[in-house]
């Protein structure tokens, strides 16, 4: 059996630790299985290759998409392929999707037409196409709206994130059997903490995101404030008493903003680019408190009961924050210097009330999560 993780990446240290929990899990329900990986810039063959994976052959390119053509290869032609490693959509028998949060209005219609064909054809063959939890919408464009009225059923299993996802596709599918709500499945997933960590030094966490001031952030309000809301809140955390250091969770776009936030500072902070996602989520579990952009990272300190102050640029922030009883942490554009100081303060000083509702919450989700992947096995093993 040959199982496609699609939608994650190495750069990104969120996709990348989604591809470590799906891997991790995999190996635990179905030991006998072969994983596939596609190439794409963010994804060296290197990096794809320390997993063992065979190397999908995509044979689409914007807008065009020809992978149909794969199911009437001859069989030598395929046989050969396999020799170099390379596979394609016909030898897979089933997909994962962890694409996290792309398909939806703030986003490129190709990538939604693209995956639902794809889904389309797995279902045309008997294969499974399942898409693990992650953010849907909003769809207000006629063509996204047509795609998933059309062919949303054709999935074996969707998982969206949250409520707001499941009502999103639910207002054009109407209550399908396949569509479910089931959180993000990184918060079962256990951190290490690196050998240089030191807990006197890295205490507050700055973790930045270049979406929150580019054109997919449709709060433009956030271009003008952000580096200063970073700012800030070093600048309080030191004041405090804590040392804060920034850690940046995806690449150069992020290590452009933990530049500008240091730029502003009298004293620069230490920037953390650290490539193990694991030892990623083991840093955020050993701050007192994060400051959030990255989804991934407001997850990985929320489900690890440590306070997470966070920003907005899509639906999936306040659902996540609101899940875990803390919605009062995350801070609109229009942020008060006061409020921000307040939120610290209890965080820092006073946070036992915080901690204690993170720690029911966080059980909570991870029993959800086990939940989730229990309905995947049964959609796999039972062929329905």
């Given amino acids: 059996m040959i199982i496609e993780i699609k939608g994650v990446q190495f750069v990104n240290k969120g996709a ?25 810039v963010n994804s060296s063959y290197m990096d794809r290759a320390k997993y063992g994976a065979w190397q999908k052959l995509s044979l689409r390119k914007y807008p065009f998409d020809f992978n149909r053509l794969t199911y009437v290869l001859p069989p030598f032609i395929r046989k050969a392929l396999k020799k170099w490693g390379i596979i394609t959509e016909a030898d897979i028998d089933i997909i994962f999707d962890a694409s996290g949060f792309a398909y939806g209005d703030q986003w490129n219609t190709v990538m939604l037409e693209h995956a639902l064909a794809e889904a389309s054809r797995m279902h045309k063959h008997n294969k499974k196409y399942v898409f693990l939890p992650q953010a849907f919408g909003p769809f207000t464009q006629a063509k996204n709206q047509q795609l998933i009225k059309s062919s949303m059923n054709k999935a074996s299993l969707v998982c969206s994130r949250e409520e707001t996802s499941y009502a999103h596709l639910t207002r054009l599918t109407g209550e399908l059997p396949n569509i479910s709500v089931y959180p993000d499945f990184t918060n079962a997933l256990v951190g290490a ?8 030094n890295f205490q507050v966490c700055l973790i930045p995101n270049n979406n929150m001031v580019n054109k997919r952030n449709p709060n433009k309000q956030w271009a003008s404030s952000y580096i200063n809301f970073f700012v800030l809140a070093a600048e309080h955390a030191i004041n405090l008493g804590f040392k804060p250091y920034i850690l940046n969770h995806e690449g150069v776009d992020d290590l452009d903003i933990c530049r500008q936030i240091n730029n502003k500072l009298d004293m620069p902070l230490e920037v953390i680019s650290e490539p193990d996602p694991i030892k990623v989520k083991g840093l955020i579990g050993g701050a007192k408190l994060i400051i959030c952009s990255r989804f991934h990272g407001c997850v990985s300190a929320l489900s690890q009961s440590v306070p997470c102050i966070g920003t907005s640029w899509s639906h999936k922030y306040e659902q996540l924050f609101s899940e875990y009883g803390v919605p009062e942490f995350l801070i609109s554009s229009n942020f008060q210097p006061e409020q921000m100081k307040g939120l610290m303060k209890k965080c820092l000083c006073d946070n036992q009330d915080v901690v204690d509702v993170l720690n029911e919450r966080s059980k909570h989700y991870k029993s959800k999560t086990d939940e989730m992947w229990h309905e995947v096995q049964r959609v796999i093993n039972n062929g329905n």
């Fill in 193 to 200: 903490i690196p050998e240089y960590y030191d807990r006197e």
């Fill in 16 to 40: 990348e630790l989604m591809l470590c929990a799906i891997h991790q899990k995999i190996m635990e329900l179905w030991p006998d299985a072969e994983i596939a990986l596609a190439p794409n």
